[in-house]
């Protein structure tokens, strides 16, 4: 009951974050940040050794060089506060993927800590730590931005269904008599999974887009108030399928890193700027990869981390809210092509283009554009019929022409299944 009510605190207060001011929001991020800095310093030697290092003072944060997941792996002893090493995080965690069971936690002298992995797309997993107070508020902000006619619906009993790999024991925090979760395992047959999505009758759907397509054609029915896409790329003819199926579709983004970006009213994606603050490296063509700081986080400090996200932001919202707007996350850059130019250098291709490409052949169902070489792309098709073979070669090479990309070969098969549980990657980066 304690919980419960703690999370509605936080949802309540988080009404007050909406800043439509951007200065005032500025501000706000630079209290934060001043308080926060100095305790992440103190409690977190990794931290401690990076300002050192870089020969900077805890109030010159922005200019501490950026690290990366692998950097963050490979220092987990010394860069988290609870005292936990990466091997006790990763016994507790895979140990609940081979089970199913995701109950247990880490304790630890300072509380119980929620323990957990990303699905580790780009070949680079991450485990992440989330102590008790940090898992009451963020399941706070998210039933801010995610219930279905907040505040009103607090009121109606609401069924929550989640399509993952890993059951959200975050979210659970919030679960009482009138808000009900359901978890769906997607290790689970898609008949299965669709019969039972078909008796739940979620008023809230959430699961990666992919696997939502795939039990939508299994033949699931349910007209939930709104389906929140989470975990994979969202793209516009998953988007046009799913409202078509199931009802409204909004985005959450998510990564190790921390909770990012969440939808505004009018369901447009907005960084979660009231708690994370974020530069951008730009990367030319209007992409941008965020470098982030959770202002709140102390379990797992993350400080100066860089994404391997891809981002284009977006001017404004009919929302008023001063926290940027996410146009597009375009794709993990670990997926961006690296292909010959027609004067002999190298160029990179971003996945937003291969995806375009490919979403214009008729009657393609789904697809893998995998680089295998130099200059090899591997193109899987479904279905992997001739006409589509030479409509899907006919795009991809004018696509890339259009680019600058040279010669290249492209190599056809037809689409390989995906370890069960596993992320949707259509553009893949497989050579080195």
């Known amino acids: 009951m304690l919980d419960r009510l703690t999370v509605l605190g936080h949802a309540l207060n988080e009404g007050g974050l909406l800043f439509r001011d951007r200065a005032k929001l500025e501000r706000h991020q630079s209290r934060l940040a001043t308080e926060h800095l100095r305790w992440a310093a103190v409690h977190s030697s990794y931290t401690a050794s990076r300002f050192r290092q870089a020969g900077l003072g805890v109030g010159q944060w922005r200019q501490l060089p950026p690290i990366s997941k692998a950097e963050m792996m490979a220092n987990f002893g010394t860069l988290n506060t609870a005292g936990v090493t990466l091997a006790e995080v990763l016994a507790v965690a895979r140990h609940a993927e081979q089970t199913r069971d995701f109950s247990p936690v880490l304790r630890t002298p300072g509380g119980e800590i929620t323990v957990g992995l990303s699905s580790g797309t780009s070949g680079n997993q991450g485990a992440f730590l989330v102590s008790r107070t940090e898992r009451l508020q963020w399941a706070g902000v998210v039933l801010r931005h995610l219930l279905p006619g907040w505040p009103a619906g607090l009121l109606r009993r609401q069924r929550v269904a989640f399509v993952l790999r ?225 409509a899907a070669e006919r795009e991809m090479r004018s696509a890339l022409a259009r680019l600058g990309v040279g010669d290249i070969e492209l190599m056809f098969g037809p689409l390989l299944a995906d370890w069960p549980g596993a992320k949707r990657r259509r553009v893949v980066q497989s050579w080195h």
Do not use: K
Not at 178 to 198: G, K, M, Q, S, Y
Not at 316 to 333: N, P, S
């Open 166 to 390: 890993a059951e959200g024991q975050l979210y659970r925090s919030v679960g009482s008599s009138r808000l009900h979760f359901e978890f769906l395992d997607l290790l689970r047959p898609v008949d299965e999974l669709a019969e039972r999505l078909t008796a739940i009758r979620p008023t809230l759907l959430i699961g990666p887009p992919g696997v939502l397509c795939a039990l939508l054609n299994a033949g699931a029915t349910a007209r939930p108030e709104r389906v929140v896409s989470v975990a994979e790329v969202l793209e516009d003819a998953d988007r046009a399928a799913l409202e078509a199926g199931f009802g409204p579709v909004v985005e959450v983004y998510q990564a190790t890193e921390g909770l990012l970006a969440l939808p505004c009213p009018h369901g447009h994606l907005h960084l979660n700027e009231a708690h994370v603050h974020f530069d951008f490296e730009a990367l030319g063509n209007g992409y941008v990869q965020p470098v982030l700081t959770d202002l709140r986080r102390r379990a797992q400090p993350m400080i100066r981390h860089r994404l391997n996200d891809l981002l284009v932001l977006a001017d404004g919202c009919t929302c008023e809210q001063a926290a940027r707007r996410v146009a597009r996350i375009a794709g993990r850059q670990d997926d961006a092509l690296n292909l010959p130019s027609a004067s002999g250098t190298r160029l990179t291709i971003w996945p937003d283009f291969v995806r375009g490409a490919l979403n214009r052949v008729a009657d393609l169902r789904e697809y893998r554009a995998a680089q295998v070489g130099a200059a090899t792309l591997h193109l899987q098709l479904d279905p992997d019929a001739p006409a589509l073979r030479e």
